[in-house]
């Protein structure tokens, strides 16, 4: 009846075209949610968990500056193997984060998110990356995956109200990029889903999608880094 959070959520980042890192999946009705944020606005050419392709729901830039990149994967192996997420171009920073889930519908990826919802910062630059899901249902759990750059200036991050903040780095890869991923649970049709940022000059991208929950699914919410 809920989409959790299962196990332990994780993150890497690197000066790299790949970015690997390892992660543990188990329980049961789970499912895997990657995001990801590169300072240039490269697209993802693809992300595999244990050798096995996870399907994109987004992935975009913002006029260049970042980006933010959004995937799936239900029923994912029960194992402790490689998250792989891959850029096109020469190698920039790039930061990565994999948070297990719960409770998932896992008959296939379209039955396991409602319509997919992403917004870029269009290229004027403020403190509030920010956007709204507006089909999700009561109960749903939304998650979302957030880029911010400063070009060259402190910036850090701050998750939304109402929203929990399950995995991200502030001020990496020379303090002035932060990312990160954060869940807020439904209760209703219209969700908001937002970040403040330190650096009100700061480029930024977001994207969102509400997951569908299992009939009878239940779990628990572990630790977040």
């Given at each position: 009846?809920?989409?959790?959070?299962?196990?332990?959520?994780?993150?890497?980042?690197?000066?790299?075209?790949?970015?690997?890192?390892?992660?543990?999946?188990?329980?049961?009705?789970?499912?895997?949610?990657?995001?990801?944020?590169?300072?240039?606005?490269?697209?993802?050419?693809?992300?595999?968990?244990n050798g096995d392709a996870l399907?994109?729901?987004?992935?975009?830039?913002?006029?260049?500056?970042?980006?933010?990149?959004?995937?799936?994967?239900?029923?994912?192996?029960?194992?402790?193997?490689?998250?792989v997420l891959t850029i096109a171009?020469?190698?920039?920073?790039?930061?990565?984060?994999?948070?297990?889930?719960?409770?998932?519908?896992?008959?296939?990826?379209?039955?396991?998110?409602?319509?997919?919802?992403?917004?870029?910062?269009?290229?004027?630059?403020?403190?509030?990356?920010?956007?709204?899901v507006v089909d999700s249902q009561?109960?749903?759990?939304?998650?979302?995956?957030?880029?911010?750059?400063?070009?060259?200036?402190?910036?850090?991050?701050?998750?939304?109200?109402?929203?929990?903040?399950?995995?991200?780095?502030?001020?990496?890869?020379?303090?002035?990029?932060?990312?990160?991923?954060?869940?807020?649970?439904?209760?209703?049709?219209?969700?908001?889903?937002?970040?403040?940022?330190?650096?009100?000059?700061?480029?930024?991208?977001?994207?969102?999608?509400?997951?569908?929950?299992?009939?009878?699914?239940?779990?628990?919410?572990?630790?977040?880094?």
């Amino acid at each position: 009846m809920a989409v959790t959070v299962e196990g332990t959520p994780t993150k890497a980042t690197g000066t790299v075209t790949s970015l690997t890192w390892s992660h543990t999946v188990g329980g049961t009705g789970v499912g895997l949610f990657v995001g990801g944020s590169n300072v240039v606005g490269r697209n993802t050419t693809g992300v595999t968990f244990n050798g096995d392709a996870l399907t994109e729901l987004w992935d975009l830039g913002d006029t260049g500056v970042t980006d933010s990149t959004g995937y799936l994967m239900v029923s994912p192996d029960q194992v402790t193997g490689n998250v792989v997420l891959t850029i096109a171009g020469a190698a920039t920073i790039v930061a990565g984060f994999a948070v297990g889930l719960a409770g998932l519908e896992t008959s296939s990826v379209a039955n396991a998110h409602r319509t997919l919802y992403t917004l870029a910062g269009g290229g004027a630059p403020d403190d509030s990356p920010s956007l709204t899901v507006v089909d999700s249902q009561n109960g749903d759990l939304v998650i979302d995956c957030a880029g911010v750059y400063a070009g060259g200036a402190p910036n850090d991050i701050a998750v939304g109200a109402d929203q929990t903040s399950q995995v991200e780095y502030d001020a990496y890869g020379g303090s002035s990029r932060s990312a990160g991923v954060s869940t807020e649970v439904a209760s209703g049709a219209s969700t908001i889903m937002s970040w403040t940022q330190s650096n009100s000059s700061g480029y930024w991208a977001i994207g969102a999608t509400a997951l569908v929950a299992a009939a009878g699914a239940a779990g628990v919410v572990t630790s977040r880094l």
